[in-house]
Each structure stands twice: as C-alpha cells, then as structure tokens.
C-alpha cells in the first residue's frame, strides 16, 4: 500500500460525458502527478501541482483539466469523453515535487468510455 | 519529443533463470528509474540511477546507467514466481519531465 488513494476505482460512462476523478496524496506530501495509462500509449504524464499551484504540464487534452485543493487532495476532470479516453489514470504524490523526488503511486482508476 | 525504446516487450522464462531488460533512446536523460507494476496496482519505484555509469542493486535487481546517457539496463537474477509483473523504464531529461517505457511484460514459468 502506497498511502496514495484513488477514487473511484472503476468508472463506466458513455461519449460525451464528463467525469471526475479523485486522489489523495500520502500523508506529507505536497505534490501530486497524474498519469494516463492506456494499452498503445503507455504511461503519459498529463500533469503536475504542488502544494495547490499547477507545477508541470505534460500530454494533457484541453478537454481535462486538475486541480489541488487546500488540503492537497486533487481532482482531474475529464469532459466530453471520447471511446479513446478509456484508460487507467494514476495518480502519484512525492514529498516536495521536485525532479528527483520518488513518487509514490496509487492503485489507479480504470475509466470505461462506452 | 523525448522516446524511450524499451525491450524486450515481454519474455517468458523459467523460475531461476536470469532476466535482462533494457531501454534506450536519442536523447540524454539526467535520471533514470525502473518501476515494477503488478495487475490491479500502480507503478512501484524499483531502482532510481542519477549519474552515468552508475550500478546500483537492490536484492536480485541490479539496474545501470548508461555511460551515454541515452540507456539503461535493469537485470533480474534467480527469477522467482513474485517476480511475474510489468517492468518499466523512466528518464527524467532537462525538462525535468518523466518520459516512461512502453514496459516489459515479464512471465514466469514453472
């Protein structure tokens, strides 16, 4: 157990809707990642915050966004779904957000898009 | 952009034999991880590499940076059932962003 939360852990919803997915960082940790992970992509970074600011940006469609919130928990909004959104999206969290921080990841949320 | 050409994309092996990965790309990357990921959870860190050349071993893993920057290699000896698992490969460049593998799918036969 990684001390990372996500939530839900499977998510069904058909094109055109808009989703949000949940995570909690470890205890301490003020950074938080989120990734994509589908079977022809691999691992894609989509985005970065610490301590509630947006710090990196990576592969994120216009379509989603994220946020922190105060008490650090994060949420990645994901909006007129496509079948190829499906994925599994990870979230991470590290100690301080920096370049070689370890990051600890959570169990995933698998998005179906119908 | 960045790339990262990991393989073998999946092996088949025999519990006890050795098992070699590696990754590779045309870019230089300042940092290198490998993480393991088993069905229903998310990536575990593994070996983190900071500096070219660089061995480092964590029990039956031992992982290299390589003195190009451009690869790295992670090997596995006396594979055992635990073992089984997807194996992936990360570089961290200039941008300070993480560029991932497309994995190793590892499999262990009895």
């Known amino acids: 157990d990684s001390g990372v939360t996500q939530t839900p852990k499977h998510l069904i919803t058909a094109t055109g809707q808009r989703v949000t997915l949940r995570c909690s960082p470890r205890s301490g940790d003020l950074s938080v990642y989120w990734y994509q992970q589908s079977l022809d992509q691999g691992l894609q970074f989509l985005i970065q915050y610490y301590n509630g600011e947006e710090r990196a940006k990576g592969n994120i469609l216009e379509r989603f966004s994220a946020q922190q919130f105060p008490d650090l928990h994060s949420e990645l909004n994901l909006s007129s779904l496509e079948l190829g959104d499906s994925a599994l999206y990870f979230c991470?969290?590290?100690?301080?957000?920096?370049?070689?921080?370890?990051?600890?990841f959570g169990p995933g949320t698998r998005l179906t898009v119908l | 952009g960045q790339q990262l050409n990991q393989s073998p994309q999946s092996m088949f092996i025999q519990e006890g034999e050795d098992v070699s990965m590696n990754c590779t790309s045309s870019s230089i990357f300042n940092t290198w991880l490998w993480y393991k990921q088993e069905p229903g959870e998310g990536p575990v860190l593994l070996i983190a590499l900071y500096k070219a050349g660089e061995l480092t071993s964590n029990g039956r893993l031992t992982a290299q940076f390589g003195i190009t920057r451009k690869d790295s290699f992670l090997n596995i000896s006396a594979s055992i059932p635990s073992d089984v698992g997807i194996y992936f490969c990360?570089?961290?460049?200039?941008?300070?962003?993480?560029?991932f593998g497309k994995g190793t799918r590892l499999h262990i036969l009895p």
């Open positions: 991470a969290s590290s100690v301080s957000g920096g370049a070689v921080d370890t990051q600890y």
């Open positions: 990360a570089g961290l460049g200039g941008d300070d962003k993480i560029i």
